[in-house]
């Protein structure tokens, strides 16, 4: 017989020995018609009772892999022939014949090899600072709550308990009222913009967004069929004159511009609502980050100004607590409400009940706010010690642009410096650094780095931008070598 056998422990005989016994047949390595060991033999070579064989036999016979033929013995089943031999070399995937075959990746993956040292990426939080413990109990409240319930499905725009303890939040924190039950919960802010895009937008229709912009969105905009149109920014943000007049929807981050960081101006925003009413078009406004702000007094969300329902506010709680938790949300104009809690049920109906309940206790006992303010602590901290270097010995090599919100920071690299060769000196010192360079659809890029503290603490930002000084100044000095020999 051309299959190895190997049994491990004396745990489930009977299963181990039939995987391996139906791998062998299904791979090709037991032929068909191919005679097998009796089972008595069978059994005295694995050390294992022939009842043990008999089962297994008898079980791979009732399922059509082996026959028996009486008096000449047990053997690999005809129909066996049907199966394709395995490949010989990787088979090329077949083209799926949609846009997925065209996009790039939106944003790197997850690092398969060892990450570096002192990583600069954004969009992350710091786990070692959240409340597990409080955690622990507000998740074990949410079990014994489904243990005491039936099995069913829920409703698709989530928890009422969630959806009360966003709507509070938010109107004492971001000047956003609502009603709970306007509030539709889903997995993390961008599956509140393929819905939003789903009911709102026909294949075809144009959505307006920053130049540059956040790309997970723009690329998810094209893939449902979108046209997308990029409108430039300036220090104000979206220039609302530079809008297309077809476009039926404006995605903007107003709060923290992604990626350059500057907020929209009150007088862009006025602008902007003004402009939606006239064309009719719908405003998706994702405020990511916007709950940590530094400077200046809070800006109000385009949602607080509002008066003729064009806006939808998406929000997440990625970057409050953290990526994996996979919970966002979105307050919608009350004439798309029941279109998104029917496009939720036909995708996914809803987010796992037990960590909405979690995260609904966890927000209503005040664990949240809380943890909050010890984030906006921590992280303006991170923000001040990376300013001074940039401002401070960096500053030959990088000019920040200003920046009052969020957990990144971008800072444009000064000429002649590129950005690439920039990003690989510093992964030479296991510095990981991210340019800005794929977030610009039609504008032309400036070479510039996004910083992000929300994953690395004061005493990683200090040795990181360390070792990037050092890189830096042995890059300059190779330029200038020649120089100096002439």
Known sequence: MDVHLTIHGRQNLAGQLYRQLRAGVMDGRLAPGQRLPSTRELALQLGVSRKTTLDVFERLIAEGYLRSRAGDGTFVADAMTRLSPPPTKPATSPATGSIWDEIDDALPMTRTEAPPDYDFVGGVTDKRLFP??????????????????????????????????????LAF???????????????GAQQALDLLTRVAIRPGEVIAMEDPGYPPARILFAALGARVVPVPVDEEGLIVDALPPNARMVYVTPSHQFPLGMPMSLERRLALLAWAQQHGALVVEDDYDGEYRFEGRPMES?????????????????????????????IPPAPLGTALRRARQVSDWHSCTMTQIALAKFMLDGYFAKH???????????????????????????????????????????????????????????????????????????????????????????????????????????????????
Do not use: N
Request: proline share 4%; hydrophobic share 45%.
């Open 372 to 486: 909050l303010r010890r984030m906006h602590k921590e992280y303006a901290a991170r923000r001040a010690a990376l300013l001074e270097r940039l401002r401070g010995d960096l500053a030959q090599w990088f000019t920040p642009l200003p920046s009052a919100a969020g957990i990144h920071l971008v800072a444009a690299i000064r000429a002649p410096h590129d950005e690439a060769a920039v990003i690989r000196m510093a992964a030479s010192g296991s510095v990981g650094l991210y340019g800005t360079a794929g977030m610009f659809a039609r504008a032309a890029p400036r070479p510039a780095l996004l910083f992000g503290y929300g994953g690395i603490d004061v005493a990683g930002i200090q040795a990181g931008l360390g070792r990037l000084a050092d890189a830096l100044s042995s890059l300059r000095g190779r330029a200038e070598g020649p120089l100096r020999q002439g």
């Open 132 to 169: 597990f413990d409080q955690w622990r109990r507000c998740v074990s409240h949410a079990l014994r709550i489904q243990a005491r319930g039936r099995g069913a499905y829920h409703d698709p725009a989530g928890e009422q308990e969630l959806r009360l303890a966003v709507a509070r939040y």
């Open 173 to 187: 924190s971001r000047a956003v009222v609502s009603h709970w039950q306007e509030v539709i919960i889903t997995q």
């Open 302 to 330: 385009l949602k607080s100004l509002d008066t003729a329902g064009v806006v939808a506010y998406v929000g997440t709680f990625s970057k409050t607590i953290f990526p994996e938790l996979r919970v966002g949300y979105v």
